[in-house]
Nanobody, 126 residues
Framework: QVQLVESGGGLVQAGGSLRLSCAASGRTFSSYAIGWFRQAPGKEREFVGV????????YYADSVKGRFTISRDKAKNTVYLQMNSVKPEDTAIYYCAASTSLLPNRLREVAAFTYWGQGTQVTASS
């Protein structure tokens, strides 16, 4: 069991930057890979990126690769999503999620994640 709380969302101009936080509590933080997903109105929830349990490996959707960076601070039980060069199409509710999957290839799938935060709104204006 783990509880996740996102924060840091808000309004940002296109080309600007924003950092989202995912704070975890409950079961040991290092037991979970942490993914970031986003969902815009009327659209399916989509994968943004994921960081491994160790924090040594990250994977990103092609749409954000080179612009977004995920990191984790185990001492603070927090995972961050650094969003740079934000585009209007990045506008969505952003969710963090925890997975115990032992199959790395599944960590890009919504179904692989057991626990979810409440989401935080990111709005990128042009």
């Amino acid at each position: 069991q783990v509880q996740l709380v996102e924060s840091g969302g808000g309004l940002v101009q296109a080309g600007g930057s924003l950092r989202l936080s995912c704070a975890a509590s409950g079961r040991t933080f290092s037991s979970y890979a942490i993914g970031w997903f986003r969902q815009a109105p009327g659209k399916e929830r989509e994968f943004v990126g994921v960081i491994s349990r160790s924090g040594m490996m990250t994977y990103y959707a092609d749409s954000v690769k080179g612009r977004f960076t995920i990191s984790r601070d185990k001492a603070k039980n927090t995972v961050y999503l650094q969003m740079n060069s934000v585009k209007p199409e990045d506008t969505a509710i952003y969710y963090c999620a925890a997975s115990t999957s032992l199959l790395p290839n599944r960590l890009r799938e919504v179904a692989a994640f057991t626990y979810w935060g409440q989401g935080t709104q990111v709005t990128a204006s042009s």
